[in-house]
Structures are given as structure tokens and as C-alpha cells.
């Protein structure tokens, strides 16, 4: 149990356009949803926490306009990343919290974005 | 803010060789996890520590939590190539929100 899946994997796009990622809990429902970047060979960096039902929660330095995120049911959140540039390429991984007891997460395989 | 420093940065270890990674935070967690990377993969849960001194292992990997709650290890016993990979830490902030660490790549020559 506690698959998450995202889609798409990968995804090229040109500079400007926007691109929507989506990340769903399979076999549970999650109220809780993060979303994180990853550049490479560093660490993840939390962007973002999303409450199904509610306005998502961003970290300091995150601009809520450039990175929408709409957690529409408690098995499905969205990041859309608008009018994209190059340095928003990245490896975008969502995650998602099954039991809040235990506060462990579950991540999708994540997005590997690249514009051009 | 509140930081979570894992060390080293890299590791290089001949096969069969021991492996650990040290994780400290810069405030008390109310626990810890910790977490493997493939290359090219996205982060897969280990395990979970959350009482102030508590050791669990799985298999070859031994997970500490110091006593202050503070810090923690993860030690690699005679490692194997399969161990390759970047392990993370990541402390649950008391506002709820997982810190992850720098991670330790770990790279095993056969």
C-alpha cells in the first residue's frame, strides 16, 4: 500500500508555457500533500504544503503565483508551474502524508521538467 | 531557521567495507526518518525513529536516534553494490514540516 503516483514523468516544454504535474494517491487518501524541487545531486527543498479542500501553504521565497498547486480531492493534488523559464527546470516530486500519526510520507516518482 | 546537517557529503567505500552517514539538527525533532535515493529515482522511506535514544535495524542498516533527539545515524554493515545511492535524513520540525539533510551519496566499488 501507500503507492503515489505522478504524471508526467517528463516533460520538455519552451519558455512561457505552463505545465501542470499531478500526483495522486493510489490506494489511500491523503489530506496532506507536499510538493518539493530537486536540483541536481542536491537535497529536496519543500516549495509547498497542500490541504485538500484549501489554499496550499507556501515555504518563504516561493511565489504562489508561479507555482499553482490545487489539491482538488484527498487523492489528487496539481502543480502547475506558469509561464515556465529555464531555471524552472528542475525535478519536481510530490508527496503525500497516509497517516498523520506517524508523519511519514509517501512520494511519487517525481517530474523531471526541462524548458527551453 | 531550523537546519538539518548530514554528513558526509560523499562516501566511497570498497565492497564489504562498513558505511555511516551522521545527521544533526539545529533544534530537538519530534523524530526522524530516513530515506534512500537510486540514481535517477525519487526517495523511498526506510524507517522512522521517534523515541529519544532508540535503535532499529533492518538487516545489514542499524538507525540511531541520540538522546537529546537532536541528532542520528545510519551504519551500513559490510556494504554491497545494491547499497548505492544518496540516503537523506529528514526531522519533523515542530511545526510539522519534514527538513531533509544534504544526504550522503554512498558509491560501493565491487
Known amino acids: 500500500g501507500a503507492v503515489v503516483s505522478q504524471h508526467p514523468s517528463w516533460v520538455i516544454c519552451k519558455s512561457g508555457t505552463s505545465v501542470k504535474i499531478e500526483c495522486r494517491s493510489l490506494d489511500f487518501q491523503a489530506t496532506t500533500m507536499f510538493w518539493y524541487r530537486q536540483f541536481p545531486k542536491q537535497s529536496l527543498m519543500l516549495m509547498a504544503t497542500?490541504?485538500?479542500?484549501?489554499?496550499?501553504?507556501?515555504e518563504q521565497g516561493v511565489e504562489k503565483d508561479k507555482f499553482l498547486i490545487n489539491h482538488a480531492s484527498l487523492t489528487l493534488s496539481t502543480l502547475t508551474v506558469t509561464s515556465a523559464h529555464p531555471e524552472d527546470s528542475s525535478f519536481y516530486i510530490c508527496s503525500a502524508d497516509r497517516d498523520t500519526s506517524q508523519e511519514t510520507q509517501y512520494f511519487g516518482p517525481g517530474t523531471r521538467l526541462l524548458v527551453l | 531557521g531550523q537546519q538539518v546537517m548530514q554528513i558526509p557529503q560523499y562516501q566511497h567505500v570498497q565492497e564489504g567495507e562498513d558505511f555511516t552517514t551522521y545527521c544533526n539538527s539545529s533544534?530537538?525533532?519530534?523524530?526522524i526518518q530516513w530515506y534512500k535515493q537510486r540514481p535517477g529515482g525519487h526517495p523511498v522511506f526506510l524507517i522512522q525513529?521517534?523515541?529519544?535514544?532508540e535503535v532499529k535495524k533492518q538487516k545489514r542498516l542499524t538507525f540511531q536516534f541520540g538522546e537529546a533527539k537532536k541528532n542520528s545515524s545510519l551504519h551500513i554493515t559490510a556494504t554491497q553494490t545494491t547499497d548505492v545511492g544518496t540516503y537523506f535524513c529528514a526531522g519533523t520540525s515542530n511545526t510539522g514540516k519534514l527538513i531533509f539533510g544534504q544526504g550522503t551519496t554512498l558509491q560501493v566499488k565491487p
Open positions: 525513529l521517534v523515541k529519544s535514544g
Open positions: 533544534t530537538t525533532l519530534s523524530n
Open positions: 497542500s490541504n485538500e479542500g484549501s489554499k496550499a501553504t507556501y
